[in-house]
């Protein structure tokens, strides 16, 4: 518990954070977009992050600053001037409304207050390079040359565009991400857009009856921890057993062994003999819902093609390879409202120095692997929805 505390409180690079602003704005699809309505985009956040909410109270109410962050409540105040500003498209309120949800969704600790040099403090320098990332991502800004252009496409200010481009210089910058890393991030974000479209549709598609939710409740986190766990499941299957098969394949097989081992959607209250083998089920087609979509086949398929009886789940996978992580994730997440970045999580080097995967588990996941190729490379299985 006392390193996961020290993994909170260390203060998060610039490349953690624009990470983490790049995978947001993945999942709610403006990643493309230079000058998002932020409104619009708060209300997207809220898919992500239910628990995060927005207040408005008049000018005179908030004599000391225009905005407030309370990060362990999730809130972030706003003046009406802000709001105003914020339909406006006002550069000033855009910038003010970003540093504030850096600051929440950065998870620092206490009332973070605006009053103090970003410089001179390491939540104001966190909460800066976050909404600099958030208005203007820098694979966008690379594309344009000038103050200008950047201050009129991202709808930042003529001196916000001046630090943009000046933090983006090749040469201010301390510290260049070596390959594998770049490489872990590439494929972990990747796969987090797949996981949260499947819980959720998983989720909307279940009875109403049955009492079901995200991993503490929080969409980001739930889909970050699958996926960084079919990073190490793919990591370990290809240094041990090196496969031909093509990456769709084996990026499905993973995502839905890590689906069906780390169960993302849980119990609400705690499990029960009657209810506990209809989340497995969820769970289960929450992973044939991702191998679906990555394989361009149907879930029926899938489902048919797997081997079914009443003691074994289609797809089935050991958890004792991903059980320290499953451990880390809970001790990471010690209320539901702690948000997992992908920079908390053990990379593979640092995992397998710990455990390493066992050969049942290889095997378990080369079964799955094989079942999905054969089902890919079926002739006109998927026109045809039959299995092979």
């Known amino acids: ?34 000058s998002p309505n932020l409104l619009e985009v708060f209300a997207q956040l809220q898919r992500l ?46 910038w003010t409304f970003a540093h504030e949800l850096g600051h929440v969704l950065l998870r620092h600790p206490g009332r973070p207050f605006r009053n103090r040099r970003a410089a001179e403090d390491v939540l104001e320098r966190e909460a800066h390079i976050f909404a600099a990332e958030f208005l203007a991502p820098s694979d966008l800004v690379e594309k344009y040359r000038s103050t200008e252009k950047l201050q009129s496409h991202f709808q930042i200010s003529f001196e916000a565009a001046q630090r943009r481009i000046s933090e983006l210089n090749p040469q201010n910058s301390t510290k260049t991400p070596d390959s594998d890393s770049l490489a872990e991030v590439a494929k972990i974000e990747e796969a987090i857009p797949e996981v949260y479209e499947a819980i959720a549709a998983t989720l909307a598609e279940s009875p109403q009856s049955l009492a079901a939710e995200p991993f503490r409740d929080n969409m ?13 499941l793919r990591s370990s299957y290809e240094s041990l057993y090196p496969s031909h098969s093509n990456d769709d394949v084996i990026q499905a097989a993973t995502l839905t062994a890590a689906i069906v081992a780390l169960r993302p959607i849980r119990e609400i209250g705690g499990s029960s003999a009657s209810t506990s083998g209809k989340i497995a089920k969820l769970n289960e087609q929450c992973g044939l819902k991702v191998a679906s979509k990555l394989l361009g086949l149907n879930v029926e398929q899938l489902r048919r093609a797997a081997p079914d009886n009443s003691d074994t789940a289609p797809v089935s996978f050991p958890e004792d390879y991903l059980r320290p992580l499953i451990n880390l994730a809970e001790e990471l997440i010690v209320d539901s409202s702690t948000t997992i970045h992908i920079f908390q999580m053990p990379n593979y080097v640092e995992y397998n120095d710990q455990l390493d995967i066992s050969w049942a588990e290889v095997a378990a996941l080369a079964k799955i692997i094989n079942l999905f190729s054969l089902l890919k490379s079926a002739p006109d299985a998927n026109a045809k929805g039959n299995s092979p």
């Open 1 to 34: 518990m006392r390193n996961s505390k020290k993994a909170r409180r260390r203060a998060f690079s610039r490349a953690e954070i624009a990470d983490f602003v790049r995978l947001i704005r993945k999942l709610i699809r403006i990643h493309h977009r230079t």
């Open 49 to 94: 992050f239910p628990k995060l909410r927005l207040r408005i109270v008049p000018d005179n109410v908030s004599p000391r600053g225009e905005a407030r962050a309370y990060p362990a409540s999730w809130i972030i105040k706003i003046r009406q001037g802000i709001a105003d500003g914020l339909l406006r498209g006002d550069a000033g309120a855009r």
């Open 220 to 232: 980001f986190s739930t889909s970050a921890f699958v996926a960084k766990a079919a990073d190490l």
